[in-house]
Every structure is written in C-alpha cells, then in structure tokens.
C-alpha cells in the first residue's frame, strides 16, 4: 500500500495561526513571531559576493641592497617602491653578520666568507703598516743621534 502525500495532506496549525486565534480570543492585537518574507530582512549571504576575485593582499615592496667591498666596508640602500628613502650608509661589517645571521643561515655562510676575507686583508695590511712604521722609527733615531 502506497500514500500519496498529495491526498494525505493535513493542516498542522503554527504559530501564525495560533497567534492569531489567541489574539482574537483575548481582543490584542496578536505579535507575529515570524515576519512575512516581504519584511523580512536580507540574510546575509555565505562567500564572496558574485563577481569578486580572491582577496588580494597588500605587500609593500621594500629593496634593502647591502654591497661590501674587498676592504670590509659595508653600505646599505633602502628603496620604497621607485623612492629612495637611504642612500650610502655605512654600517660595520659586524652589524652586517648579525643581521645575515638573523635572516637565514644559508645566506651567512658566504657572507661569513666575504667578511673573513676582508678582515685577514686587514691584518695583513696592519702587519705590513706596522712594519713601515717600525723602519721609519728607526730611521728618525738614527737621524737624531
């Protein structure tokens, strides 16, 4: 046996229509719980709006160039886009080790390299000026005496 749920239908009554009786048996004026759909406010719709892209997000583009020379001097550029905002400035090859270091270690080691590099050029040349200068100490007490 089958039902057809068209033939079985019954009228199950709601809140609308039992506000509404109540209302009348008591003279009020009933208070809907339910607006009609008319009044209804929009429900806010789930996702994206039809139409939009995924959400972009806002990067800021900051170069920081550091370029060293064989000597161990170090400088920094800053550029914001297409501006400058630091051009030149001189920072210790130490501060340049620390901050390479902090960044990642795969970028430290050869910049580790370049900075012992500078540093045994260094000594070299304070052994070398220190040398001369020994020569030209003798040569003025032979001068003097």
């Known amino acids: 046996m089958t039902v057809d749920s068209a033939t079985q239908e019954r009228e199950v009554p709601t809140a609308d229509t039992t506000a509404s ?4 048996a008591n003279g009020t004026a009933p208070a809907p719980e339910h607006e009609t759909p008319q009044a209804e406010p929009a429900k806010p719709q789930r996702g994206r709006p039809k139409g939009s892209g995924p959400r972009k997000t806002r990067s800021v583009e900051l170069t920081l160039t550091v370029t060293g020379t064989a000597d161990g001097e170090w400088q920094a550029e800053l550029k914001h886009g297409s501006k400058w905002i630091a051009r030149g400035l001189a920072i210790p090859a130490a501060a340049v080790s620390r901050a390479v270091k902090e960044l990642h270690e795969d970028l430290s080691g050869p ?15 304070v052994q070398q000026l220190e040398a001369e200068l020994q020569q030209a100490k003798q040569a003025l007490a032979e001068l003097e005496s």
Do not use: L
């Not at 009786?21 to 009348?24: A, Q």
């Not at 390299?113 to 000594?123: L, P, Y």
């Open 21 to 24: 009786s109540d209302g009348e």
């Open 111 to 125: 910049i580790d390299e370049v900075i012992d590099a500078a540093r045994e050029q260094q000594q070299a040349r």
